[in-house]
């Protein structure tokens, strides 16, 4: 694990930036990338929205005052480029982007890159149906085990709001299985 601190001041400095950003990549590329496509879904797109994370990391890291984690940062710009993504997508097809992650999520099973079995492809199903905010809550907490203080500096949200979030997320998910089961 990199030194966060050393690596911003590396990051900020015109001389080792270049070199600390092939660290920084190496370093949080997977675990964005999986965050990323939680939230897209589809392999390639996730790909795109990483590298256009990266450049907005890459341009705004002189702007970096670490009142929150480096991680932290990057999660929430990652967050906001993959609804961006999505959003430019639905307006690009005149849809609700509602109808995009069904898209999605019914194409999952044809993805050469998802390895989950059936039970997983039901998950997915039902995580789309949730709202925006209770997706990023579910996904941030049950996939990526992240603290509720994390999230909520990520999300910009109070840690309460983000309890409740959670908790109708995994009964709306709950619902959704029990009621495809029978």
Same mark, same amino acid.
């Given at each position: 694990?990199?030194?966060? !601190?050393?690596?911003?001041? &590396? ?13 920084? !990549? ?9 965050? !990323? ?39 929430? =710009?990652?967050?906001?480029?993959? !609804? ?49 905010? &209770? ?18 500096? =990520? ?28």
């Amino acid at each position: 694990m990199v030194d966060e !601190i050393t690596l911003v001041e &590396q990051l900020q400095d015109v001389q080792t930036k270049e070199q600390a950003f092939r660290v920084l !990549i190496n370093e949080y590329k997977e675990r964005l990338y999986w965050h !990323i496509r939680k939230i897209v879904i589809s392999h390639d797109d996730a790909d795109d929205v990483l590298q256009n994370t990266f450049i907005k990391v890459f341009r705004g890291i002189d702007n970096f005052k670490q009142d929150s984690k480096l991680y932290s940062w990057m999660y929430r =710009i990652a967050t906001n480029e993959s !609804i961006t993504f999505l959003n430019k997508r639905a307006k690009q097809r005149s849809v609700d982007i509602s109808e995009i992650k069904q898209e999605l999520v019914a194409n999952l099973s044809s993805d050469d890159w998802f390895t989950g079995d059936e039970i997983q492809l039901i998950l997915q199903k039902a995580i789309a149906t949730l709202p925006e905010k &209770q997706q990023l809550v579910f996904n941030m907490k049950y996939y990526d085990n992240m603290k509720y203080d994390e999230i909520s500096k =990520i999300l910009e949200t109070s840690v309460g709001a983000l309890k409740a979030s959670y908790f109708h997320a995994v009964k709306k998910i709950e619902n959704y299985i029990k009621s495809r089961a029978n």
